[in-house]
């Protein structure tokens, strides 16, 4: 073929693809063109094949101008491609399209876990290191479970010292996860290790460091040979682990019908390093572990054999380890529904301050 012929060939499938794709509506049909025309087979592709024929002199020529028509061809192809590609971008934005799988997807707004949640699986985790099953509860319990099987009958005085919400059918929201305590030996017996986090409820007046929501972690160990030093080695390894460092505690007496001796077990406050402040009342210290021996009728009523075992019990302030672990110096911010994540903390004195996403 002469090279006049050649570029009249060439000009008659140019102005047949401007038209064809002019038309076309599918990305589909436009790929298709695209390999009929430019493909090795197609109409300007196999011009390709019929250089060879030409004389050397010419060959240059003829190749360049097959090139720099498919380049023409390609370049109205690829204008129709991005067009078709704009319209169904437009017609989505404007709801006409429900979904076009290539765009890229929304990026959802993920939630953060909550501080008191954290420090639950943290504490969690450690204890089934320690052999420990976690049990649950339920939030509205007996006055029987909450109270009788614990060794407070209705005329102790230590019912005062839990402002009770109690229910129109004669249940009450638990206090406490100890009733926990009881289930657990009932369901499981002796020996025993167990814990049981869960939501309390106080009828009481809310204030920086009072909720009448909270979270508690009960602690049970039921063994042969047990004594308060192995409570209070638990106690500490706890503490430590989930504060990772090492932790100041100390131990005072303390009172609980349902154990004897009992014993509460404060750490270092962590708001104002032991210095004082609002959060410790000013005295340097927070009240996280009371605890003790469980005593013997508490765990007859569970229906364990007093001769063989003894145990000890805790019921850990989740709450407030929560605000210790995190600087967390009002109460009232866990239940506050602030849902922003909390995206820095800063050391400011002893207090750490929380900054939130906008
Ligand atoms: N149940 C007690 C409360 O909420 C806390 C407590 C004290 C739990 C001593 C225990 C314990 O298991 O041994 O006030």
Redesign the pocket.
């Known amino acids: 073929m002469d090279l006049e012929t050649l570029n009249q060939q060439i000009a008659e499938i140019e102005a047949d693809v401007a038209k064809k794709v002019g038309d076309m509506q599918a990305v589909d049909a436009l790929r298709s063109l695209d390999t009929s025309i430019l493909g090795k087979k197609g109409t300007l592709g196999s011009l390709i094949g019929g250089i060879k024929d030409y004389p050397p002199a010419q060959k240059g020529q003829v190749g360049q101008t097959i090139n720099a028509a498919k380049k023409r061809v390609k370049a109205i192809i690829d204008a129709r491609h991005a067009a078709l590609k704009q319209a169904a971008v437009s017609a989505d934005s404007a709801g006409a399209m429900a979904h076009d799988p290539t765009l890229p997807g929304d990026r959802p707004t993920m939630g953060s876990v909550h501080p008191v949640t954290a420090v639950q699986w943290e504490v969690e985790r450690i204890f089934e290191r320690l052999g420990f099953t976690v049990e649950a509860g339920p939030e509205m319990e007996s006055e029987y479970h909450n109270f009788e099987a614990?060794n407070i009958p209705a005329s102790h005085p230590a019912r005062d010292?839990?402002d009770t919400f109690w229910l129109t059918n004669g249940s009450v929201l638990r206090?406490?996860?100890?009733p926990v305590?009881h289930r657990s030996m009932k369901k499981f017996g002796a020996p025993l290790r167990v814990i049981a986090p869960g939501r309390?409820f106080r009828y009481e007046t809310i204030d920086a460091s009072h909720e009448n929501t909270f979270h508690?972690v009960?602690?049970?160990l039921i063994d042969k040979d047990i004594s308060i030093a192995n409570l209070i080695a638990m106690a500490k390894t706890l503490l430590n682990e989930v504060m990772n460092r090492e932790v100041k505690v100390r131990v005072r007496p303390?009172f609980?019908p349902?154990?004897e001796p009992?014993i509460e077990l404060d750490m270092n406050c962590e708001i104002c390093d032991g210095a004082g402040c609002a959060t410790c009342k000013r005295s340097g210290w927070i009240e996280v572990l009371?605890?003790?021996m469980?005593h013997p009728k508490v765990l007859e009523a569970g229906g364990i054999d007093t001769e063989v075992y003894t145990g000890?019990?805790?019921?850990l302030g989740l709450t407030r380890l929560a605000m210790m672990k995190y600087g967390i110096r009002d109460i009232r911010v866990l239940n506050s529904g602030d849902l922003r994540p909390i995206v820095g903390r800063e050391r400011q004195g002893g207090a750490v301050i929380v900054s939130r996403e906008p």
């Open positions: 614990l010292m839990q206090t406490h996860t100890s305590q309390c508690q009960e602690g049970l303390g609980f349902f154990v009992g009371p605890a003790g469980v000890f019990a805790f019921g």
